[in-house]
């Protein structure tokens, strides 16, 4: 059984439209989405802004609720879970949101941020218990446990995404959604935390979803990874192998696009392939912008085909893979 698993998931948006709502459409986020999860797993989503692995990570968080689809955690169709069954679920999965500051009230001190979880999921806790047990956890998030009574305004930003890390791990998950968790964070502060991710889930056998747009960090983190574009999942497979040898265009744009250490060493293409902006709305939704693109991709219905013998795990959405 795996501990988190996704099914058809989608969702669509309103757009446009005056000021009374004439002609508003709806936008296509997210398309027929699935993966799965198992303990102590990272599985990464990928892609560029916008491409809908965002809006994938709220509605497993049931922050959003999803058009189509099936959530189950635990073996446990979530959902329509709504409620007193929904909070109770929630104990098992929490979200490390992207901005540490946005994401902790102003207004209360860092006792209580990291502690209001605990009184919702472990009421019988008195305040001094409380008290321990959020000490407790910001120590484990390398914080002091004399943080506590301050606020996060006098934090730095890393200090604050530790905070925010350690409000999460307070109701002891199974599983943290953590939506581009190190993205507003300087380059030697995302070494830091993304090592203490790696600490966290070696001590406690976490899981993880991790929502970025940075394949270098996805690299460092990730078991499996799935490739975003125009809200459909267009690869995926174990990390090592998609980088090593990507089997849709598009996956192997956003690696052409890395920067790297040497000019030599870059790939060519990818930038050019990413700048244009156009997506298909029948068909691969790529075949616009795709080099390989052939008649038949205009028929295409966006399906994961499996790889050939000696790749079960990996799948592209392409008819015709590199």
């Known amino acids: ?145 004399s943080a506590m009574d301050r606020y996060p305004h006098q934090f730095s930003g890393g200090q604050r995404q530790r905070i925010g890390i350690a409000r999460a791990l307070a109701v002891e998950p199974d599983l943290l959604v953590l939506d581009e968790p190190v993205s507003a964070l300087d380059v030697s502060v995302q070494a830091q935390i993304l090592n203490l991710l790696a600490e966290l889930q070696r ?44 089997r849709h265009p598009y996956t192997r744009a956003l690696l052409d696009a890395r920067p790297a250490e040497h000019p030599s060493r870059r790939g060519r293409g990818g930038e050019r392939l990413l700048a244009d902006e156009g997506v298909a709305e029948t068909g691969c939704a790529f075949r616009l912008r795709c080099p390989h693109a052939q008649a038949d991709c205009a028929g295409f219905d966006g399906r994961l085909v499996a790889a050939e013998a000696g790749e079960a795990s990996r799948a592209a959405a392409c008819l015709h893979p590199l």
């Open 203 to 246: 001590e406690k056998g976490l899981a993880y979803l991790f929502i970025s747009h940075d394949l270098s960090v996805v690299r460092q983190v990730a078991d499996r990874v799935a490739v975003m574009f125009a809200g459909r999942i267009v690869e995926t497979g174990p990390i090592e192998a998609v980088y090593a040898r990507p």
């Open 1 to 145: 059984m795996s501990l988190l698993r996704v099914e058809g998931l989608s969702k669509s948006f309103a757009s446009g439209g005056g000021l009374w709502g004439g002609g508003r459409r709806r936008v296509q986020a997210v398309r027929d989405v699935g993966f799965a999860i198992e303990k102590g797993e990272t599985l990464a989503i990928v892609g560029e802004s916008g491409s809908g692995k965002s809006t994938t990570a709220r509605m497993v968080m049931r922050l959003i609720e999803p058009d189509a689809g099936r959530i189950e955690l635990l073996g446990e169709d979530i959902t329509h879970l709504k409620g007193r069954g929904l909070r109770q679920r929630r104990r098992h999965m929490q979200m490390v949101f992207q901005d540490p500051y946005a994401s902790l009230n102003p207004r209360m001190r860092i006792e209580h941020t990291v502690g209001e979880g605990l009184r919702v999921h472990a009421p019988e806790l008195n305040r001094r218990a409380r008290r321990e047990r959020v000490a407790q956890v910001l120590e484990m998030c390398g914080m002091p446990a």
